[in-house]
Structure formats: C-alpha cells, structure tokens
C-alpha cells in the first residue's frame, strides 16, 4: 500500500537559518504530492503541490521537487522565518481509482527560534 | 467565504456518551473526508464521502458513524464514546469532479476529551 516517510522531529533553527525536511514515499503509479502546514492551533493548509515527476511546488519561499528515482519530494526554504514555526505534512494521492484519500506522513514539528 | 467550518471546538465526554461533530462547506466540493490527529501518529481517515449519498470507511472506522447530509453537510457520530477516541477530529473537503490532484481543504478541528 501507500506511504509516506518523513524526517523525525522536532527540528530547532535560528531565524534565516536553511531548512530541508526530508520526505520520501512508496506508492504505485504515479502520485500527487503534498505538503500541508499546521500553526498551532489551526487545521492543516495546503503549503505546496506536485503532479508529476521534476515538477517542482513552490509558496511562500518554500519549495519541493517531485523526484521520481529516489520516491522523495523534500522541502527547502533558503532563509526561514518565526513564523514558520508550525508542524509540516508530506503527503500523497495515489493516481487513478475512486479513492481519492490522501496518505500522510506523521509530521515534522519546525520550531524557528529569534 | 468561510471555507470548512466546525463545531464544536471542543468537547468533553464521559465513557459511554454519545455525540455528532458537525462538518459543513461552502466551495461546492463533492468529496468530504474525516480524520482523526493523534500525537506521533499524523492523520488518519475515519470515512469519507466521494459524492452526496455514499460513504466509505477509511483507515480507523471502528466506533465511528457518518451521515452525508446534502452536498455541504457530513457529521461523524460517537455512538458509545471511549477513552481511546480522545483526539483532534478534522474534517476536509475536496473538488474530485474534475482532474487530479484533488487537494484537500481542512477545517479547523474539534479537540474531543473522554474521560
């Protein structure tokens, strides 16, 4: 079945600092992919997506690239912000079917600190 | 535009109490989801719904019941609560009606206690 592997956390930075959380997947196919963000408190946001392989998402400064030869979809942002502060969600949707759920990995907690 | 809207915020239970969590969206979405949040373990789909008068259980269906209203409207019910359905309920929609990808819209979750 599907899966979604993400790197554990909590992960600490100092403000401007890079960020990479690693993500990588197990599915048949072709998949969506997707990371969501969560501020506290709050539902989950869609942050990014993907279709198809080499594509690359991008918001908010935050980027992934949909690689197919290693299964993974990483995010990056170059300089990060406190208020980046929140839980980070890789996610898939496998192709074709009639179930259209999404397959998530079990969070990253980014803490940013001043 | 108020997006997937919630109620309650927050409820508390005792074991063996019944109640409805309320899910409504105003984007037209045909596929509604709920799932449940729990520490360390992400989210994971209790049921969903692909259009107006069917549903499907997910992952962690056990416990749970679920009601497709009309094409705004899916609650889940906790017919018998238990302690181990303490958790962030979140309920999503999607547009499924057109090509993929299909992402997910969420609401701003329900934090249910049973005690």
């Known amino acids: 079945g599907n899966s979604v592997t993400q790197m554990e956390g909590p992960v600490t930075l100092s403000e401007e600092a890079f960020l990479t959380i690693n993500c990588t997947y197990t599915?048949?196919?072709?998949?969506?992919l997707f990371w969501y963000v969560q501020y506290p408190g709050e539902g989950l946001q869609l942050l990014l997506k993907a279709t198809k392989a080499d594509d690359k998402g991008s918001n908010k400064g935050f980027e992934a690239t949909y690689r197919k030869e290693t299964t993974s979809f990483h995010l990056e942002k170059g300089s990060v912000q406190v208020s980046d502060s929140a839980v980070y969600f890789c996610?898939?949707?496998?192709?074709?079917?009639?179930?259209?759920?999404?397959?998530f990995g079990k969070g990253t907690l980014l803490t940013v600190n001043p | 535009n108020a997006g997937v809207t919630q109620t309650p915020k927050f409820q508390v239970l005792k074991t063996g109490q019944s109640m409805t969590l309320q899910c409504a969206q105003d984007?037209?979405?045909?596929?509604m989801y709920w799932y449940r949040q729990d520490p360390g373990m992400g989210l994971r789909l209790i049921y969903y719904s692909a259009s107006e008068g069917t549903t499907d259980k997910g992952e962690v269906p056990n416990g749970y019941n679920v009601s497709r209203l009309n094409k705004r409207e899916f609650s889940l019910r906790l017919e018998s609560a238990a302690p181990s359905q303490t958790s962030v309920y979140f309920c999503?929609?999607?547009?499924?009606?057109?090509?993929?990808?299909?992402?997910?819209?969420f609401g701003p979750g329900t934090r249910l206690t049973v005690t």
């Open positions: 984007m037209n979405h045909n596929s």
């Open positions: 599915a048949t196919g072709y998949p969506s």
């Open positions: 999503a929609s999607s547009d499924t009606s057109g090509p993929p990808p299909y992402e997910q819209y």
């Open positions: 996610a898939l949707k496998n192709s074709g079917g009639s179930n259209y759920k999404l397959t």
